[in-house]
């Protein structure tokens, strides 16, 4: 009687080997030691990082000389972008050093949310300061509202990104960086849609101003000109930030491995999401919205009132929130 012989089990090939990294740390995008899907180019971040840091330098300037403050907002935007590029630039000659892959990944995907808030902070205000009162409401939301539900709602659309955007980031887990890529892409789906929303929001205050402009019932103080390029600029900023979001639909939508030809160039991502936001910030920094809100009622009036101390040292109140004075000047604003 023969006995069978046992196949013998062959060990399986491995999916990726380690390669030797060139100078800069460079291994193809299949090597298991691969953190770009391309070779980065240093002398172009160089570039965006150059033009983040002067439209930082210029945000910044422009809050203090206003004293806007919630403009804290936009600059915290710019700034992240301009470390994200700088980081870029250094990771482009150390390509093995996962913690500059990691941080600067991070801060590209989530510095875009505060422009995005900071543009619905902006219309806003704008909504509250040209239009009267009784044209105000849009959706049956006053203006405070729209701001505080759509800065909400990118708040959480920011939490959503920052989640998946750490697993992407985490290369050594394939099983992780697809939940990742899901997470993102909800978070980004999340954003694209309430941005769309709020983009039909600003038409219909520009319809409304603009009427408000030909009928002649815009105050005199506001400089029609200028107040007709920040709006417009707004309407641009959406736009790119609208160009930026389908981009990033569409990349993550073809995968995370190293067969998705557009995770496989860098002109993708600088073209489509880092030129886009240079060109926002830039556009903020030629119509700045403190050229506009200007006045004791550019701002919305104080929640809470404000008190103050007479000589006998007694609290008296002094403003109350939403207040309006005899002549329908409003007052108590922060």
């Not at 219309?123 to 006053?142: D, E, H, K, T």
Request: proline share 5%.
């Amino acid at each position: 009687m023969t006995t069978p012989r046992a196949t013998p089990t062959l060990p399986s090939a491995p999916k990726c080997t380690t390669a030797t990294p060139d100078h800069h740390g460079y291994v193809p995008p299949t090597a298991c030691n691969a953190n770009y899907g391309f070779y980065p180019s240093w002398e172009w971040n160089l570039v965006f990082a150059i033009g983040f840091f002067l439209a930082s330098l210029l945000h910044i300037a422009q809050l203090l000389a206003t004293r806007k403050w919630f403009c804290w907002v936009v600059v915290m935007g710019a700034l992240w972008e301009y470390a994200c590029f700088v980081l870029r630039t250094l990771g482009a000659f150390d390509q093995q050093n996962g913690g500059l892959v990691v941080v600067s990944t991070l801060l590209f995907l989530l510095a875009p949310l505060w422009i995005n808030a900071f543009v619905y902070m902006v219309v806003a205000r704008l909504i509250y300061f040209l239009l009267p009162p009784y044209s105000q409401n849009i959706f049956g939301m006053s203006p405070r509202w729209l701001a505080k539900a759509f800065v909400a709602v990118d708040v959480v659309s920011f939490f959503i990104q920052a989640a998946g955007g750490g697993m992407l980031a985490d290369q050594d887990r394939g099983d992780t960086v697809k939940t990742g890529q899901h997470i993102y892409m909800a978070g980004i789906g999340v954003q694209l849609t309430f941005v769309v929303i709020f983009a039909v929001i600003t038409v219909l205050f520009t319809v409304r101003l603009e009427r408000s402009m030909g009928a002649g019932q815009l105050e005199a103080r506001h400089n029609v000109t200028v107040t007709r390029h920040l709006v417009w600029s707004m309407l641009a900023v959406i736009g790119l930030i609208v160009v930026r979001i389908v981009f990033r639909f569409v990349e993550f939508s073809g995968g995370v491995s190293s067969s998705n030809p557009i995770l496989a160039n860098e002109a993708y991502q600088l073209g489509l999401d880092a030129l886009p936001m240079l060109i926002a910030l830039l556009l903020m920094n030629a119509v700045h919205p403190g050229k506009v809100l200007k006045g004791p009622d550019s701002s919305f009036p104080r929640i809470w009132p404000r008190r103050w101390k007479g000589k006998s040292g007694n609290e008296h109140e002094l403003l109350q929130s939403s207040s309006v004075d005899l002549n329908g000047q409003r007052y108590g604003q922060e």
